[in-house]
C-alpha cells in the first residue's frame, strides 16, 4: 500500500528543495515520480520480506553509510528538504538500502533488476489512498 503521509513526507521534501532551487521544477511530473517512487519501494519491500531480509539488513548498510558521511548527510538532508536524520532514513537511505539487497540477490541469479521491477509493477494490484491518481492495470493513472 502507499500512504498519503508517505507521499506528503516526500513532497514536503520536494516543496522545500523546489523553493531554494535556482529552476523549479514542475510539481506534477515530479508527484507522479514520487508516487511511481513510492510504489517500487512497496514492491522492493514485499521482495525483500519474501527473501527473508530483515529490518536489521537493510538498517546495517545505512548504519555504514552513515559511519562514513553521516553529519554531512544530516545537515544536508536538514538544508535541501527540512528533513532529520530519522526523515531522511525513512524516505530515502532505508528504501535504497533494500532495493540494493534485492538488487544484488537478483543478480546473482542472473536477473537484471530494472526487468524484473518493470514487470512486477505490471503485475502489481497497488492501492493508492489520496485523491489525484489510482493504480490501473500496472500504471499510475489519474482519476
Avoid: C, H
Avoid at 2 to 29: C, H, I, Q, S
Amino acid at each position: 500500500m502507499v500512504w498519503a503521509k508517505n507521499y506528503y513526507g516526500l513532497t514536503a521534501g520536494f516543496n522545500r528543495y523546489n523553493g531554494a532551487a535556482d529552476v523549479l521544477v514542475d510539481e506534477k511530473p515530479a508527484g507522479r515520480g514520487m508516487i511511481m517512487s513510492l510504489v517500487a519501494d512497496e514492491i522492493v519491500l514485499e521482495e525483500f520480506r519474501l527473501r527473508g531480509f530483515s529490518e536489521n539488513d537493510a538498517q546495517k548498510r545505512v548504519d555504514e553509510a552513515l559511519q562514513k558521511d553521516g553529519a554531512n548527510l544530516s545537515e544536508a538532508s536538514a538544508k535541501l528538504y527540512g528533513w532529520t536524520l530519522k526523515d531522511l532514513k525513512r524516505f530515502s537511505l532505508l528504501p535504497q538500502a533494500r532495493q540494493d539487497l534485492i538488487y544484488e540477490a537478483l543478480q546473482k541469479e542472473g536477473v537484471e533488476f530494472g526487468a524484473w521491477l518493470s514487470g512486477r509493477l505490471a503485475k502489481s494490484d497497488i492501492k493508492i489512498y489520496f485523491l489525484p491518481y489510482r493504480w490501473q492495470d500496472g500504471q499510475l493513472v489519474e482519476k
